[in-house]
């Protein structure tokens, strides 16, 4: 097929070369490997509208990387997720019904409206939104937006010890992964700390007490402070957790479970909800104080939202609050 060419004032064949481009949106420089049409008879550029379109989509991809602006999948996500259409989550927003709609065919979301569409990843939001603007909804829309968060909200709890087994499980002396009993009490911590973030609600109900040493749960203190350390223990957590608890729990091992107990000790001492508990007490006073469950949620909610943390992969960034402890700048 040939195309016009504005130096040869003709139709040309032509050859279709990928570059790297670089280009400048909204002051942001980006680099992408765009395709461009150069007439076969006299070696200059010429004009191909799909191409450009192409290289358009390219360009918005990458700023949208490099800008943290919410992707076209994302957006699809978050309407298959809340089995929602695009015109329907536009007006639960109050934006002009076609918003979402043009931001699926590639044009670029301002940061503002990025960072909202962002937040309703997590379904404790999308729920919040939904109730307070559900009334411009009709009927039908509402019953599948419902079940779906339903669905989503529904985790359910499970108990404190087979939170434990989960940690045992993948505890081996022999790998050098030891796990004591104070730094199991800390895993427990952390996992109900995000669980509550990601889910809104609890993993496991039973309450956790602000000790000398940090968060507790006393039960399990009970059945394992005799040991030293502990040993694996088998366990198939598919029986009792979900694919996300599972997913969740496992990133709380592999990002908390690298540091030394007293180390995971610190950390939590540094946390709120624990200071919050021990008020009025010293230092090294033995308390019972239970640490309200609505004193972690909104803590890790706050930290979850603050440092954008989007899935359990990103947890792992709230580890600068404790950069002091840690010892990185
Ligand atoms: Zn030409």
């Known amino acids: ?75 699809e996500n978050i309407l298959t997720t809340y089995d929602i259409s695009a015109k329907t989550l536009a007006k639960l927003l109050g934006w002009g019904e076609a918003t979402i709609e043009r931001y699926l065919k590639g044009i670029t979301p301002l940061k ?68 004591t009993p104070l730094k199991l009490q800390k895993l427990i911590y952390y996992a109900q700390g995000w669980h509550l973030a990601f889910f809104g609600k609890p993993l496991f109900v039973t309450p956790l007490e602000a000790w000398v040493h940090g968060p507790v749960s006393p039960e399990i203190w009970y059945k394992y402070q005799n040991y030293d350390y502990l040993a694996k223990e088998d366990f198939d957590p598919s029986k009792v957790f979900d694919i996300e608890q599972i997913q969740l729990l496992n990133e709380i091992y592999n990002i908390y479970g690298m540091f030394d107990a007293w180390v995971l000790r610190d950390m939590t001492h540094k946390d709120k909800p624990w200071r919050e508990a021990r008020r009025g007490y010293e230092e090294n006073e033995p308390s019972s104080e239970v640490i309200p469950q609505e004193s972690i949620r909104k803590y890790f909610e706050n930290l979850k939202e603050t440092l954008d943390i989007r899935d359990f992969k990103d947890i792992r960034k709230s580890l600068m609050i404790y950069r002091d402890i840690l010892g990185i700048s």
């Open 1 to 75: 097929m040939k195309r016009y060419c504005y130096y040869c004032d003709e139709d040309v064949e032509y050859t279709v070369r990928e570059e790297e481009i670089s280009d400048n949106i909204r002051g942001i420089e980006i680099n992408f490997i765009g395709q461009i049409a150069y007439c076969n008879k006299c070696g200059n550029e010429i004009y191909i509208p799909e191409l450009d379109d192409e290289n358009i989509k390219k360009a918005n991809a990458e700023y949208r990387k490099k800008a943290g602006i919410i992707t076209t999948e994302e957006i």
């Open 112 to 179: 503002l409206y990025s960072d909202e569409l962002k937040k309703l990843q997590n379904p404790v939001y999308m729920k919040k939104l939904y109730e307070s603007n559900k009334d411009c909804l009709g009927n039908q829309v509402r019953k599948k937006i419902e079940a779906a968060l339903e669905k989503i909200c529904s985790k359910k709890t499970v108990s404190v010890f087979d939170v434990a087994k989960y940690f045992l499980s993948k505890a081996d002396v022999k790998e050098g992964s030891i796990l």
